[in-house]
């Protein structure tokens, strides 16, 4: 295996506190909010770089602005569908009242604000529509399970986010027959008018997983902004080194790493011909033959969504999963076979031995393996020896290590995890 060092075009906010407060600042948020007004500040489970600095600060500015701001777990099923639970998740962001200067409200209770044209119930967190304002934060990025000209960032947070498991539930199910495009077209404008959504900041990461850019969304332009936002996020995401793999093998996945585990946008795992309109940049999926997933992260707390997605799974990884929690995220995101169990071996040599005969008349040697840490640090990647000609091939690979066979120790688990840079 050889190790390579990959090249990315990574724009990076040098200044995130004062992008944060000179984006803020642009909302004129005087004119919208009551003096010493109550501002619901809703933040996701998601793992976002310098989530702590982005949120901390806002809370900052809109105090020195004479608001109170409060912050609200909104993240639809995850944490186990429990108030608990979603406390637990932003504890493990490093969200807390300490470290962002702002209290925590956290309540799965909903009030329904209205209904769409066709009659949809819209839900949202019942400490949100009561303060005097709402502001969105959230990453802009390609979701994980459909295409279209809007998918993952301020609207999904507005609908999946702040409508806990009862609104993520429905949602989901009418996302499947409308699209989320649609859904959204119809009922973010009732949340936008009956909660007081006053605009959003949208982040946008580079494929360091380093804030590129924070950009302001007044509420008004919202659609046509994020879909903008989304074209940016596609051209700045991180891809694999190479199109196919006989076995891509993942040390770890999670929660943290992606919204299904091990983003299908990178291993082409996943129900992304679900398209509501194709996006003309979109990257070709990936052809990978076998995957292997070796841990879950801690942050993950036990929701091992997207476990479907793999072929073979270590004993080690099959006890780290919570599958009620899993099984809960499933079912409410409406993906079933991205919470089933795969085949589970006694450990990782087991599982690559298993992948690699199972791939076709090649000897070992042969196979093009990749090996990554996740799908979310693409910088450093493991690959086998039969990608060598494409390696000479490129300007953007550096081999940095001439290589050494995958090691495993007495009880088969695999000694030299790829390094995270």
């Known amino acids: 295996m050889f190790t390579l060092r990959r090249q990315f075009a990574a724009p990076r906010e040098s200044d995130l506190a004062g992008a944060v407060c000179r984006e803020l600042a642009s909302l004129d948020l005087a004119d919208r909010i009551p003096a010493g007004g109550s501002v619901a500040i809703p933040v996701g489970s998601r793992g976002i770089a310098n989530l702590i600095t982005i949120i901390g600060t806002t809370v900052t500015f809109l105090k020195e602005a004479g608001f109170d701001p409060f912050i609200i777990p909104a993240m639809g099923s995850h944490g186990g569908g429990t108030t608990e639970g979603q406390m637990e998740v932003l504890g493990s962001l490093g969200i807390t009242e300490r470290s962002t200067g702002a209290s925590i409200r956290a309540s799965m209770e909903t009030v329904v604000v209205g209904e769409t044209e066709r009659g949809l119930p819209v839900h949202v967190d019942r400490f949100a529509s009561e303060a005097d304002a709402i502001v969105v934060i959230n990453r802009v990025k390609p979701h994980t399970e459909f295409q279209g000209s809007v998918e993952s960032g301020l609207l999904k947070m507005m609908l999946i986010g702040l409508g806990k498991l009862d609104g993520a539930t429905l949602y989901h199910r009418a996302s499947a027959q409308l699209g989320f495009a649609t859904l959204a077209a119809e009922a973010v404008p009732v949340v936008v008018e009956r909660s007081r959504v006053v605009g959003g900041l949208a982040i946008l990461e580079n494929a360091r997983e380093e804030t590129a850019r924070i950009e302001a969304v007044p509420i008004g332009n919202i659609f046509e902004q994020e879909t903008g936002l989304l074209r940016e996020a596609i051209e700045l995401m991180a891809k694999l ?123 070992p040697e042969e196979a093009r393996v990749m090996h990554i840490a996740d799908t979310l640090h693409l910088e450093t990647v493991r690959v086998s020896k039969a990608y060598r000609e494409e390696i000479d091939a490129r300007d953007d690979l550096e081999i940095v290590d001439e290589g050494d066979f995958l090691r495993f120790d007495r009880e088969g688990n695999l000694l030299d995890p790829v390094p995270i840079t």
């Not at 795992?269 to 509501?276: K, Q, S, T, V």
């Not at 052809?287 to 799974?313: F, H, Y």
């Not at 929690?325 to 031995?353: F, H, M, Q, W």
Request: glycine residues 12%; contains cysteine; charged residues 25%.
């Open 241 to 363: 080194p190479f199109h196919g793999a006989d076995l891509l093998l993942v040390d770890r996945m999670g929660k943290n790493i992606s919204g299904a585990g091990i983003d299908p946008n990178v291993t082409g795992r996943g129900g992304l011909d679900n398209w509501e309109g194709r996006q003309a940049s979109r990257p070709k999926a990936a052809e990978i033959t076998r995957l292997v997933v070796r841990e879950l992260t801690p942050e993950s707390s036990g929701n091992a969504l997207g476990i479907g997605l793999a072929d073979l799974i270590p004993r080690r990884l099959a006890d780290q999963i919570d599958w009620e929690k899993t099984g809960l995220n499933a079912l409410t995101a409406l993906v079933p076979y991205k919470g089933r169990c795969p085949i589970v071996l006694p450990s990782d040599r087991d599982c690559v031995e298993r992948a690699l005969d199972t791939c076709g008349l090649m000897e």
